[in-house]
């Protein structure tokens, strides 16, 4: 399926809070930010990225999913922008907050990053993409974007892959989505 026919799909599905909220989920160093900015560019949404509230700390969201919850999904399905606060990254594990960020309420929106589409926004996502490539593949992918940190990236990123391969299985992300994607091959996903 194409970008054009996502957004078909996405059209013929209801809308919450005159939202149709896009979910592009998958692991790290999938291509789930190239895929959700096609998707927004082509259907002029809005893009709210869950590196705006993780941290290498808490991958999978125990302490920043219900400020995700209730300050980006609730009110938008209320029909009104979200406002949030982001993630300071300067802080380099990602563990505090920096300034606010507002994204205005739209008819559809783009939620992109790791455990968006997680079991509990089953009925108010209008479409779950789930974004997957070889280990690999991802591994480097991720070693090439954050070499020349003061930190040791590549354990990071190791146990980042382990706690996200277990989220996915015990909730079952992958097997919810509406589409799965499959890049590392060199094409560019849909």
Avoid at 1 to 28: F, K, S, Y
Wanted: net charge negative.
């Amino acid at each position: 399926m194409h970008i054009d026919g996502i957004l078909a799909e996405v059209a013929r599905r209801p809308a919450v809070g005159g939202v149709r909220i896009i979910g592009v989920d998958g692991p790290a160093g999938a291509g789930k930010s190239t895929l959700a900015a096609r998707l927004a560019a082509a259907a002029h949404a809005p893009i709210v990225e869950i590196d705006d509230f993780i941290s290498w700390d808490d991958p999978t969201g125990e302490r920043w999913w219900p400020r995700f919850d209730a300050q980006v999904l609730q009110p938008l399905l209320r029909g009104e922008d979200a406002h949030f606060q982001e993630r300071d990254w300067t802080d380099w594990r990602g563990d505090s907050l920096g300034g606010w960020k507002t994204v205005p309420h739209h008819d559809i929106v783009v939620v992109e990053g790791v455990t968006c589409t997680r079991r509990c926004t089953v009925g108010r996502l209008a479409f779950a993409v789930f974004v997957e490539a070889p280990e690999d593949v991802r591994l480097r992918r991720g070693l090439a974007r954050d070499h020349g940190q003061s930190y040791d990236v590549e354990a990071l990123w190791r146990a980042w892959m382990v706690k996200e391969q277990e989220f996915f299985a015990a909730d079952g992300t992958r097997e919810r989505a509406d589409l799965i994607v499959q890049t590392g091959d060199g094409s560019t996903p849909v």
